[in-house]
């Protein structure tokens, strides 16, 4: 694993928000769609604010851009305060030119027998665009990705999980308490992840130390899933100095 380390998020983002669009921009030369996966949660919000500006002011387009998200809670339904479709519109999509049929977020609304085809046909909409040019990741404090929890194999396939108590404390601030947050997820698995061509994992602060120094410098092991990126050609992990400091 490559690791880069910047005094803080916002110059870090800024830095990860010129490589993706450099890459849309090579991409729309080609006449190529550009397939981007993206994440949730804290870690990304300055990437979106920043491909958001770029979009605003540097005339940055998204039309040849196609994104396929990590995961959603399950149930969860698109326009509830929760959804991770809600928060990828407040953060990037309302706010840039990509046309709504290009965005893909696993559906938190589904019956339970038609997960598993859903999940399937998940993964066979990236294979035909070719796989996934570029990853955005955050990092779990158990060290998982997407939601793929301690456990995931690294052939795992996209499919509904249980989430880790950890998980569910970090969440529950949202959902107004533990008890109303959700116990399940759907997360793209860690194959797919895998067999992204460049991955780029994004940690801030002290309390992402431990994990880091686990996931690039302990031994390759499903309890921390972060750390099978050691065997990916091509990951990045974009730290601050706080996330960075137990590195050896
Ligand atoms: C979100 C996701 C999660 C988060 C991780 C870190 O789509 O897949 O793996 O990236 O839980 O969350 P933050 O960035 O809020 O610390």
Same mark, same amino acid.
């Given at each position: 694993?490559?690791?880069?380390?910047?005094?803080?998020?916002?110059?870090?983002?800024?830095?990860?928000?010129?490589?993706?669009?450099?890459?849309?921009?090579?991409?729309?030369?080609?006449?190529?769609?550009?397939?981007?996966?993206?994440?949730?949660?804290?870690?990304?919000?300055?990437?979106?604010?920043?491909?958001?500006?770029?979009?605003?002011?540097?005339?940055?387009?998204?039309?040849?851009?196609?994104?396929?998200?990590?995961?959603?809670?399950?149930?969860?339904?698109?326009?509830?305060?929760?959804?991770?479709?809600?928060?990828?519109?407040?953060? #990037?999509? *309302?706010?840039?030119?990509? %046309?709504?049929?290009?965005?893909? +977020?696993?559906?938190?609304?589904? !019956?339970? =027998?038609?997960?598993?085809?859903?999940?399937?046909?998940?993964?066979?909409?990236?294979?035909?665009?070719?796989?996934?040019?570029?990853?955005?990741?955050?990092?779990?404090?158990?060290?998982?990705?997407?939601?793929?929890?301690?456990?995931? #194999?690294? *052939?795992?396939?996209?499919? %509904?999980?249980?989430?880790?108590? +950890?998980?569910?404390?970090?969440? !529950?601030? =949202?959902?107004?308490?533990?008890?109303?947050?959700?116990?399940?997820?759907?997360?793209?698995?860690?194959?797919?992840?895998?067999?992204?061509?460049?991955?780029?994992?994004?940690?801030?602060?002290?309390?992402?130390?431990?994990?880091?120094?686990?996931?690039?410098?302990?031994?390759?092991?499903?309890?921390?899933?972060?750390?099978?990126?050691?065997?990916?050609?091509?990951?990045?992990?974009?730290?601050?100095?706080?996330?960075?400091?137990?590195?050896?």
């Amino acid at each position: 694993i490559e690791t880069k380390i910047f005094n803080n998020s916002t110059v870090a983002s800024k830095a990860v928000a010129l490589e993706i669009a450099d890459l849309i921009r090579v991409k729309q030369a080609q006449k190529q769609p550009c397939i981007l996966g993206l994440a949730t949660g804290s870690s990304p919000k300055g990437l979106y604010a920043e491909l958001v500006r770029l979009h605003k002011e540097e005339g940055l387009s998204f039309k040849n851009v196609i994104t396929f998200n990590l995961d959603e809670y399950y149930p969860m339904e698109p326009d509830s305060i929760n959804s991770y479709v809600r928060f990828m519109k407040e953060q #990037l999509f *309302n706010h840039v030119d990509i %046309l709504p049929e290009n965005y893909n +977020i696993p559906d938190g609304t589904l !019956s339970k =027998d038609e997960i598993a085809e859903y999940c399937a046909g998940y993964e066979a909409k990236i294979e035909a665009y070719g796989g996934l040019d570029l990853q955005i990741l955050g990092i779990g404090g158990n060290g998982h990705i997407g939601f793929n929890e301690s456990g995931s #194999l690294q *052939n795992s396939k996209t499919r %509904l999980v249980a989430l880790d108590h +950890i998980t569910r404390v970090a969440a !529950s601030n =949202d959902f107004l308490g533990l008890s109303n947050t959700p116990r399940t997820a759907i997360t793209l698995g860690v194959k797919k992840i895998m067999e992204a061509k460049r991955v780029i994992l994004f940690a801030w602060g002290e309390g992402k130390s431990n994990i880091i120094r686990e996931a690039v410098e302990g031994q390759v092991t499903n309890r921390v899933p972060a750390s099978f990126l050691q065997e990916h050609n091509n990951a990045t992990f974009i730290l601050d100095k706080e996330a960075s400091s137990k590195l050896t």
